[in-house]
């Protein structure tokens, strides 16, 4: 059980353009999700909390018009990185956590976002 | 400031040694959780603590929480190559708030 699926895995677009990541849980259903950025070899940095049906929670520093997010359903929550430069090229990491849980976290598989 | 001190950063064994990895802070944690990552792939939950002074056993693995919830230890006991990733462990302050993650420990154990 607790799964979470992540799409696409891969993503190269040209600078300028936009990019959707679509994160979901696939056999639970996750009242909080969370999207996270990793860079080699270091820990993840949380982005944004989402719960569904109300606005996401940015960290500090991250752009809210830049990274949007949508958790529309308990088991959807999709990241749009808008005008992608290559400075956003990195790992996209969402994970979803059932209330009542001791914030257990199940991650999804990530996501490589290259920007050229 | 970083919430969860986490040591060492880096560690590389030999098949068959032992080692720990601490999580350390200042606060006091409702829930602590260890995860395992690979390359290329999301983390892995491996175990999740919440009374002070609990040891759980997972195979090779022992994990502990500090008598007063606010450190913890993973203890791999004859470490095997597949042992071999970036261990990170996540605590949170409250049962509904978010959690914060350590810098991580990347191990590599050598056949």
């Known amino acids: 059980g607790a799964v979470v699926s992540q799409h696409p895995s891969r993503v190269i677009c040209k600078s300028g353009t936009s990019v959707k990541i679509e994160c979901r849980s696939l056999?639970?259903?996750?009242?909080?999700m969370f999207w996270y950025r990793q860079f080699p070899k270091q820990s993840l940095m949380l982005m944004a909390t989402?719960?569904?049906?109300?606005?996401?929670?940015?960290e500090q520093g991250v752009e809210k018009d830049k990274f949007l997010i949508n958790h529309a359903s308990l088991t959807l929550s999709t990241l749009t990185v808008t005008s992608a430069h290559p400075e956003d090229s990195s790992f996209y990491i969402c994970?979803?956590?059932?209330?009542?849980?001791?914030?257990?976290?199940?991650f999804g598989p990530g996501t490589r976002l290259t920007v050229l | 400031t970083q919430l969860l001190e986490q040591s060492p950063q880096f560690l590389s064994i030999q098949e068959g040694e032992n080692l720990t990895v601490y999580c350390n802070s200042s606060?006091?944690?409702?829930?602590l959780q260890w995860y395992r990552q690979e390359p290329g792939e999301g983390p892995v939950l491996l175990v999740t603590?919440?009374?002070?002074?609990e040891v759980k056993k997972l195979k090779r693995l022992t994990f502990q929480f500090g008598d007063a919830r606010k450190d913890s230890s993973l203890h791999i006991t004859a470490a095997q190559p597949g042992d071999t990733g970036l261990y990170l462990c996540?605590?949170?302050?409250?049962?509904?708030?978010?959690?914060?993650f350590g810098d991580g420990t990347t191990l590599t154990v050598k056949p």
């Open positions: 056999d639970f259903q996750a009242t909080t």
């Open positions: 603590v919440v009374t002070g002074g």
């Open positions: 994970s979803a956590s059932e209330r009542g849980f001791y914030n257990e976290q199940f």
């Open positions: 996540a605590g949170a302050l409250t049962n509904a708030g978010k959690s914060t």
């Open positions: 989402s719960n569904e049906g109300s606005k996401a929670t940015y």
């Open positions: 606060s006091v944690f409702s829930s």
